[in-house]
């Protein structure tokens, strides 16, 4: 078996499998891609907008982004924020679509002992106590880990607008 692939700049490529032994002509036709639309990200902090592994904004507050029409998957991504979501949306072409980054809460972290790392999402954050610290709403994954080699970790729902407290305890 052989694959073929065929493309043509300004064009949609186009791939195509062979049987073993197939010896017939083949007719390929090469779409224009439909053109391009745009996409208005909402959110009230700076953030980076990824589309197929490209970075299309890097650190802007509601970037506006240029991708096919079409369904896409955008991936939001703010480490600052412990951000990393995707987002579906269906382009028109030539057309602008929106999607909106998860709302800010506060994250409150404690540990007993307090002689330990914190990490959100597998990320060194700081030593406890951590205050009201920007968190984007969803779920996180808050581990301790202390000088001795102990280990806790523990998944939080942050909301929006609203405090969440975690405490780690040394077991």
Known sequence: EHRVAVSL???????????????????????????PGRVAVGSSYPLDVIWRGRVLARGEASPRVEVPGGRQ???????????KAERTVQVPPGGQAAVTAPPLGKLNVRALPDNCEVFVNGAF?????ILDRPAAAGRLSVSFRW??????????EVRGGAPTFVVGRKE
């Open 73 to 83: 998957v955008l991936t939001l991504v703010s480490s600052a924020v412990f951000l």
């Open 147 to 156: 000088p001795d080699g102990a280990r806790s970790e523990q998944a939080v």
């Open 9 to 35: 700049e300004g064009h949609e490529p186009h791939e195509l499998r062979l049987g073993i032994g197939a010896r017939a002509p083949i007719d390929v036709v090469l779409e224009k891609p439909p053109p």
């Open 125 to 129: 954050v700081d030593y406890p106590p």
